[in-house]
């Protein structure tokens, strides 16, 4: 298949720095033209000038669920079955703390060691709260369908690993959490937007995920959490703020949670962050998803061959095979921070993951090969130049 025939054409879309290459939209997508005007409105407009008549004039209250929608079409849920709201770490607690509700008599949760650590810290944190003798099972990605025995509660996984961008087969897991009794987690945090997903068709209880990578919901986007239709009425919220409430404005002194996905809501809801969020997702409304994997296999395996002709330090820490692998592509270097500082120094913006992984994101909304060969040369230059041995990329920064 020709390349340029599964570039997407919506570039222009986008607002990136002349000159940059970004290929770090796995970790906070660039912006989007929309949600500078969107911003600008809302800003102005709606909390300048309604103040708090934006509750009801703008409909403030109903971005979670409005927005969830738009976020539930990219991973295969139904209408309503999605909300907004709060960080990724604080929707895999209670997704993490419902599901364990749900199976009182077991006390293991099963994890694998390709999780984000966040969602295991988060367990462990639960785990403590609850002090009801729970464990935290991290065993390898490979092993992790052998691993789920009948004394296992809840299995959550991330289906893309953020170091190595190896997928989880998601019906097949939760099949084998099913067939054990298990309640089923997915983080989609590096799936949302990347990859075709069907939550619904998996027939996994929860689904959670963030909305700065691939959506383009800006630094700080709030999360979204799924919950499967038929078990909704039952969910024990663990966080029960008040906008889960049945009736909010009802001001009750006892909590009694909303019959819908509504209950997964805590507190206010983040406007600026959502009405970001609901104007970066206007982008995807010409975009197949399939056609999107597509073009970021294609731009991956460019890549690959690329670097593999022409920078022989570098080794694959990646699937090989496409199937297997999300929208990003990692390398092992052992040099490789301050090779990637090298990298950034001259617009090439990937990231680096301890100890040893480089890391580089193929989103097509914003990439095509020219992009990526321009890389590639700028790379090669990096490691035959020996550019990275420079005492200035190796000052470690607080974020990388
Ligand atoms: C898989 C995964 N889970 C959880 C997190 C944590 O998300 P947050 O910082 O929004 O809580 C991240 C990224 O930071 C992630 O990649
Ligand atoms: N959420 C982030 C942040 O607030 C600062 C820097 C990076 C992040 C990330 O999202 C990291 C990301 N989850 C990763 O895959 O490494």
Redesign the pocket.
């Known amino acids: 298949m020709d390349n340029a025939k599964r570039e997407l054409p919506i570039k222009d879309q986008f607002i990136l720095p002349d000159g940059m290459i970004y290929l770090d939209g796995?970790?906070l997508g660039p912006l989007p033209k929309a949600v500078e005007a969107t911003l600008q409105t809302c800003v102005r407009d709606q909390w300048g000038q309604h103040l708090i008549k934006g509750w009801n004039l703008d409909d403030w209250m109903g971005q979670p669920m409005r927005v969830g929608n738009l976020v539930g079409r990219l991973i295969g849920a139904p209408e309503g079955s999605v909300v907004m709201g709060d960080t990724l770490s604080v929707k895999v607690y209670q997704a993490l703390a419902s599901a364990l509700k749900m199976r009182p008599d077991r006390k293991v949760i099963l994890s694998d060691s390709g999780n984000?650590p966040s969602d295991l810290y988060m367990a462990q944190g639960l785990i403590a709260q609850l002090a009801q003798g729970h464990e935290l099972k991290i065993v390898a990605p490979e092993a992790v369908s052998a691993a789920i025995t009948e004394d296992v509660a809840a299995v959550m996984i991330t289906q893309v690993d953020?170091r190595t961008g190896r997928i989880h087969d998601m019906n097949a897991i939760t099949a084998a959490a099913h067939a054990a009794g298990a309640v089923m987690i997915w983080d989609l945090?590096?799936s949302a937007g990347a990859i075709p997903v069907d939550i619904a068709a998996s027939g996994a209880e929860f689904a959670v995920g963030c909305t700065?990578?691939y959506l383009n919901g800006g630094?700080g986007a709030p999360a979204f959490i799924y919950a499967r239709p038929d078990i909704v009425a039952d969910l024990s919220t663990a966080l029960s703020g008040w906008l889960g409430h049945d009736a909010p404005f009802a001001f009750e002194a006892s909590y009694r949670p909303a019959a819908d996905i509504e209950r997964m809501r805590v507190g206010t809801p983040p406007v600026l962050q959502l009405a970001a969020l609901e104007a970066a997702m206007t982008v995807w409304g010409e975009v197949d998803m399939h056609d999107l994997r597509a073009a970021s296999i294609a731009l991956s395996e460019l890549f690959i061959a690329e670097v593999e002709a022409r920078c022989p330090a570098l080794e694959l820490a990646s699937p090989r095979d496409s199937a297997q692998r999300g929208s990003q592509v990692s390398f092992r270097f052992a040099h490789g921070y301050a090779a990637i500082q090298a990298l950034i120094a001259q617009d090439v913006i990937g990231d680096f993951?301890a100890p040893d992984i480089m890391r580089f994101g193929f989103t097509p909304l914003y990439l095509d090969s020219d992009d990526v060969r321009r890389a590639v040369d700028i790379l090669q230059n990096v490691l035959d130049a020996r550019l990275w041995d420079n005492p200035a990329f190796q000052a470690v920064s607080r974020?990388t």
């Open positions: 796995n970790s984000f953020y945090a590096h700065y990578k630094p993951r974020v």
